[in-house]
């Protein structure tokens, strides 16, 4: 089963719900032209559909390999590399100055789907490059950004973070890397783990960057620092040159994306390797967290695309498999088991549950470039806050639903699901780190609910509320039963929000750890609340146009009928969160260790 990348509705998200024109109309986003999008989108598309997609099997069958010190990529890997390199493809949203094209994070953010869909196990080296170069770009001195950035922006050389050590996973502070200064540089040495294409034969140089502690450190998470360990030292003339004293000892053998190299690397075997403190020192940690935020929306849009390719390979299967007689039909002929009742409820849960992820991550993406470009610098604060606040929704939310939309796609395959060779088992086995790395889901929720919402005391999340009321107001003037039914939803899941976050807060404040035991269910209600406000507006739209006979009417019916469903059946027990979000302190620590 292929991959087709879904077009028309990443334009409706893009253009619809997450406000691509006004993007657009940006200072530096001027060259971002409806024309342009959609040429980008269309190529992107192909290559996913024709180039990536076909690689995804073999890359799971075959994965990467470790050989002599080298590690091989699946097959067609470094070829089709090339191609992204060629294509100006990594690119795509970076600083003009270094080589990018500076086109917007949402453009970029809608493409990276459809690479992470065609194909996760490659599409993680751009994932991990495109958050070193954020962090080279963000603290960097002028010279490691002339050093490194043009090359890693046009994809020659590739980026990877070092974070994790075999004592020390989440727990950052308990690092043991150290770097000793030697003249203009460090001497790194030290073991990371868990480290995607840490060594791969696709690039001529990988730029690794490295959290390690400083002889006169402090213990804890202020003594790290960060520091750029390249593969080969660049030479006189910016070229791979001297071999550094790095290397892979061990590939993982994981449950999933087996395409994907997730090495054990060792530095300063033979006396150290050579690093370049980025910034100051002690402040790697935060320096680190500009890779992390990238990287964390990334995650979350993989979440989406696992989901969407587990999705198209259901719904073409439930199309053609062909199992009992039709329960609405006298006709005792077998049909296609599209056709029965619980393979619709799950096919529209995953379609709706697609749409309303994607509508959020993209309006997430449109956020960002808000951020970055927009003139009034109070105003550019608070769409940072909003970023801030739905980083750890996106990351966990989307994740969470890729693994169960993952494992609905196997059920609807049934038998023939938990078979390697229809590859229904592939999407949910690669779907499942995602809610581990980059923070596990847990850390987000205690992110969102210890942070975010402690930081002003829920004004954000309950600035999102007002935003839900006003559309719900909007949508009193529109006609319809459709759209009657999603009003009535998203007026619950506004009030739910709102609760939940005035309780959350007030929480935090009072009793931390009953919070703390609440957060998940919390961000589980947010997200779904927001993505159902999301859909809301796209409801909306698609009714306008509807009314003035505008676009596709199958399509603007689509999105009535979706919306309506997830109002009435994906809202419902997800809005059933409050109950459980502020129970779950009064019994989580009752129990003694012991009676674990």
Not at 469 to 474: C, G, L
Not at 499 to 519: P, R
Request: glycine fraction near 12%.
């Amino acid at each position: 089963m292929t991959y087709t990348a879904p077009l028309a509705d990443m334009r409706f998200a893009l253009r619809e719900v997450a406000g691509l024109s006004g993007v657009a109309a940006l200072p530096g986003y001027e060259h971002a032209t409806d024309d342009t999008i959609d040429a980008v989108l269309e190529e992107a598309g192909k290559l996913a559909g024709n180039g990536l997609a076909p690689l995804n099997r073999e890359g799971d069958k075959v994965g990467a390999r470790l050989e002599n010190g080298v590690v091989r990529t699946a097959p067609g890997f470094a070829t089709i590399y090339k191609d992204f390199v060629e294509g100006g493809w990594n690119s795509l949203p970076f600083d003009p100055e270094f080589g990018g094209q500076g086109m917007p994070w949402l453009l970029a953010t809608a493409v990276q789907e459809m690479w992470q869909a065609a194909n996760m196990g490659f599409g993680l080296v751009l994932l991990l490059n495109q958050g070193a170069i954020d962090a080279i770009h963000h603290h960097g001195s002028e010279e490691q950004k002339a050093a490194y950035l043009p090359k890693m922006i046009s994809g020659e050389w590739t980026g990877t973070m070092n974070l994790t050590e075999p004592q020390a996973g989440s727990d950052l502070g308990q690092l043991k890397s150290r770097a000793v200064k030697s003249g203009d540089h460090y001497l790194v040495s030290g073991q990371k783990i868990y480290i995607t294409y840490g060594e791969h034969d696709m690039a001529e140089n990988i730029v690794h960057l490295v959290l390690a502690r400083t002889p006169d450190a402090p213990a804890g998470v202020r003594g790290i620092s960060l520091f750029i360990v390249p593969k080969y030292l660049p030479d006189a003339d910016g070229k791979p040159g001297k071999r550094n004293d790095l290397r892979c000892v061990s590939l993982e053998h994981k449950l999933g994306i087996h395409a994907s190299p997730t090495c054990v690397m060792s530095f300063g075997d033979d006396g150290g390797a050579v690093g370049y403190l980025v910034g100051e020192e002690g402040r790697g940690l935060s320096y680190m967290f500009t890779m992390m935020n990238n990287a964390r929306l990334s995650v979350g849009i993989q979440g989406l695309a696992i989901a969407e390719r587990a999705y198209q390979q259901a719904a073409a299967f439930a199309r053609t498999r062909v199992q009992s007689k039709d329960d609405g039909s006298a006709k005792p002929d077998s049909v296609a088991i599209v056709h029965h009742a619980d393979v619709r409820r799950m096919l529209m849960s995953m379609r709706a549950q697609i749409e309303a992820m994607r509508a959020l991550g993209y309006y997430t993406a449109a956020g960002i470039d808000g951020a970055l470009k927009q003139p009034d610098k109070a105003a550019g604060r608070k769409i940072q806050d909003r970023v801030d606040l739905l980083i750890p929704i996106v990351k966990a939310w989307f994740t969470d639903l890729g693994n169960e939309i993952a494992s609905t796609g196997v059920q609807i395959h049934g038998g023939m699901g938990f078979i390697e060779d229809t590859g229904a088992a592939q999407h949910l086995r690669d779907a499942r780190i995602l809610p581990i790395y980059e923070g596990t889901n847990g850390i987000q929720a205690r992110d969102l609910v210890g942070r975010k919402v402690a930081k002003d005391g829920g004004e954000t999340m309950l600035a999102l509320v007002a935003d839900m009321r006003a559309t719900a107001e909007e949508m009193k003037a529109a006609p319809g039963d459709d759209i009657e039914a999603i009003r009535t939803g998203l007026v619950a899941a506004a009030d739910a929000l709102e609760d939940a976050t005035k309780w959350v807060a007030q929480s935090v404040k009072t009793e931390l750890v009953s919070a703390l035991a609440g957060s998940v269910p919390f961000l589980r209600l947010a997200g779904t609340a927001l993505g159902g406000w999301l859909l809301a507006r796209g409801a909306l739209v698609a009714q306008t146009r509807l009314g003035q006979r505008d676009s596709d009417p199958d399509f603007l019916e689509a999105k009535l009928v979706t919306a309506r469903f997830y109002a009435e059946v994906i809202l419902p027990p997800a809005l059933a969160q409050l109950g459980p979000l502020k129970a779950a302190g009064r019994t989580v620590f009752v129990l003694s260790e012991e009676q674990f």
